[in-house]
C-alpha cells in the first residue's frame, strides 16, 4: 500500500499516518490503487490462485496509466500473497517502526484487546469460547516487507539492503 498525497506531510508525526493500498496487474504489471483495506485483504487472501489483472477494475484496462508509480516519495512495503483475510469482529494493525526498521501487526480483538502472537490468540479464544467460530490460523502475523529502496534518505533508517529486487504483487505504501 502506499501512502498517497505524498510529499505534503512531514514525515515524521506517528499520528497521522496515511496508508493507501495497491496492487500489481499481472498482466501489465501497473499498479492500481485499491480503496479499502478490506477490499485490498480479499485480493491478497487469494491472490495466488487468483492474481489480479486491471480489467477487474470497473472501466479500467491496461491501456490506462498506473495510479501510482513505484518509490515516489512514499515507504513501500510489499505483502506477501495469500494472507488469511482479517475475521470479522476483529482489526489487524500494523505498526511502522519510528526507524522505518520493520513492522509489527497486533490484531484487536472483538472484547478490545490487542493479539500480538498466535499463542495470544489462543489464550484469547479459550478464554472467550463466544468468540471461538474462528481458528487461530485465521490469524497471520506475517508483516509487510518495507523497500528500503523507498525510505527516505533523511530520516536515518536502517541500511542494509538487498530486499529491492522482490517482486511482488500486493502492496502496501505506508505514510507516516
Ligand atoms: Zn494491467
Redesign the pocket.
Known sequence: MMKAGGGQETPKTPEKSSTVYAVQ??????W?LIPTKVEFEDIRSKFIENPW???RKSD???E?PADIEYGTGQIWAIDKPNLPKTPVGYERILVLRRDFSKFDAYYITPTGKRVRAPSEVEKFLGANPKYNDVAVSDFSFAVPKIMEDTIPRNVGGKSCSGSSSKKMKTSQVDDD
Open positions: 496487474c499481472g498482466e501489465c504489471f501497473k492500481r489483472f486491471c480489467n479500467m484496462s491496461c490506462d
